[in-house]
């Protein structure tokens, strides 16, 4: 998909972030764009509480709550508007699978449970937006964001995500890209040029291959690893008009069958194939041989893989692995290479949304704070000021969702400058979405639905893509119907939900 940006980076989100209601009536106020509300009753302004529950990595705990950007951008938002107060929640731990500590309890079973006790939260945020999309517990934002004149502020594609039926219910919250990233300082002291933003799969490919050096005990380089995740990416860099898995948006249907599809299997399959530039393809003992060190991250963290496949996230990781002396080489991310000359590059993109919960009291106060907690450029900045300027806060190292000046600024000028090929990334405005974290139905057709007795689909998709145990043509059609057939369903589904 096309998106206009200006900028962007990166982080690890998976998370979820949500607010129930109090028992206090609203009032008629009306958004409009505006930072204030006209919350007046009897001449003074009516005092409402909106419940918001953090997952842990966004709000920690009561005891730690101000390390992080998130909460202090909630108590920003209670300093301006005096008549509210925000109520942080937070999902309870639970045993871990073995019992052997705990962890935070499934946010769609906590969701769940606010949900059967009538107490759901004003403001939630989930990394799959379909799961909760799909349960009914989604306010229509329509109206709201109709009457917001910041809107357009947003990426128009970024808006449309979180669009059905021409009704918005969602605004990302967060977003990172899967692609490369490259080891500058290895290329050089090689006398090579590093690959750059828009190279083709073929160079690229090239680059790793004469780059490679194994040596028995080491030093040895690696040129690259991670494109066995092609088959799912790597059709839209053959043909634009298709998306994540081959996806056509237009008419909501997977096209397994193109030619798209089959060259970024074809891709995915030769990184395991037994060649000898992929770190994919060898085994720990190879490894061991090679670097002295089995773990495949290892050969990237340790300055001897040229090329890797990662979330964008990994930057922050790098960055201050770099700054403490951990790792000593130059880097930067290129996005994922095109397929050919005649296409555009493009980047796929993780996203993560909130929403208004259907059982609010207060929409339009909800909105506000949704409004600041997502693409308000002013908050943006804050956050990143807070976290860039105090060592005791996180690192707030998502990109702006607009491509207004102050987020501009806060983002490539005053927090991450000095990545040029993260630059041309973000510029070249061109991404696409993973489908887990949009698409409803997605999940479910892609790895838990039966395609044959006792077998299920992602079982059959392993041993096509992974493996390469069975071929594609052998499968091709029935897999696409039921997928198809299930995503129809889908669809037919939420609009009965939410009676569209």
């Not at 993560?352 to 704070?369: D, F, R, S, V, W």
Request: aromatic content about 14%; hydrophobic content about 35%.
């Amino acid at each position: 998909m096309k998106k206009n940006f200006n900028l962007l980076l990166v982080a690890l989100c998976s998370l979820s972030m949500l607010v129930s209601c109090d028992t206090n009536t609203s009032h008629d106020n009306s958004t409009n764009g505006s930072s204030s509300f006209d919350s007046s009753y009897n001449g003074e302004q009516e005092q409402i509480t909106l419940r918001i529950a953090c997952q842990t990595m966004y709000g920690g705990n009561s005891a730690n709550e101000n390390n992080y950007p998130m909460v202090l951008a909630i108590r920003k938002f209670e300093e301006e508007h005096k008549n509210i107060k925000v109520e942080i929640l937070r999902a309870p731990q639970v045993p871990n699978a073995d019992e052997t500590g705990t962890v935070e309890q499934d946010w769609v079973e906590y969701l769940t449970t606010l949900a059967s006790s009538n107490q759901f939260p004003d403001l939630f945020m989930a990394p799959n937006m379909p799961n909760v999309l799909m349960q009914g517990w989604c306010y229509d934002l329509t109206d709201l964001t109709k009457n917001d004149k910041d809107f357009h502020l947003l990426y128009e594609d970024f808006a449309k995500s979180g669009q059905f039926f021409e009704h918005q219910f969602a605004l990302p919250f967060c977003y990172e890209f899967f692609g490369y990233f490259v080891n500058k300082t290895l290329f050089e002291n090689n006398n090579m040029d590093y690959p750059e933003f828009g190279v083709t799969v073929d160079d690229l490919i090239g680059q790793a291959k004469s780059i490679t050096q194994l040596v028995d005990g080491g030093p040895s380089v690696i040129g690259i690893s991670g494109g066995g995740n092609m088959f799912n990416y790597m059709a839209t860099q053959f043909d634009n008009s298709l998306g994540w898995f081959a996806w056509n948006e237009r008419t909501k249907t997977f096209d397994l069958k193109s030619d798209a599809f089959r060259k970024g299997l074809e891709y995915s399959l030769a990184f395991y194939s037994g060649t000898d530039y992929s770190n994919d393809a060898l085994t720990d003992e190879d490894r061991e041989r090679y670097f002295n060190d089995p773990q495949w991250i290892n050969a990237w963290w340790n300055g001897n893989e040229a090329i890797h496949f990662d979330y964008s996230s990994m930057l922050t990781n790098l960055i201050n692995a770099k700054n403490t002396g951990e790792i000593n080489f130059d880097f930067d991310f290129i996005g994922i290479p095109k397929g050919n000359e005649t296409v555009e590059p493009s980047v796929p993109v993780k996203a993560t949304y909130m929403m208004i919960g259907n059982q609010t009291k207060h929409p339009k106060e909800a909105y506000e704070l949704l409004k600041a907690l997502t693409y308000d450029p002013d908050y943006y900045a804050y956050k990143l000021k807070t976290s860039r300027e105090n060592e005791n806060v996180l690192p707030w190292t998502f990109a702006p969702l607009t491509n207004d000046e102050i987020a501009s600024k806060a983002f490539f000028d005053e927090t991450f400058p000095n990545f040029p090929e993260l630059k041309k990334v973000i510029e070249n405005g061109n991404f696409y979405f993973d489908l887990w974290a949009t698409q409803p139905g997605f999940e479910y057709a892609r790895w838990n639905m039966e395609y044959q007795e006792g077998v299920k689909m992602d079982d059959i998709l392993t041993q096509i893509c992974v493996t390469g145990k069975q071929k594609l043509g052998d499968h091709v059609d029935e897999i696409c119907r039921i997928m198809n057939e299930y995503i129809s369903s889908c669809y037919d589904k939420l609009k009965d939900i939410y009676d569209l």
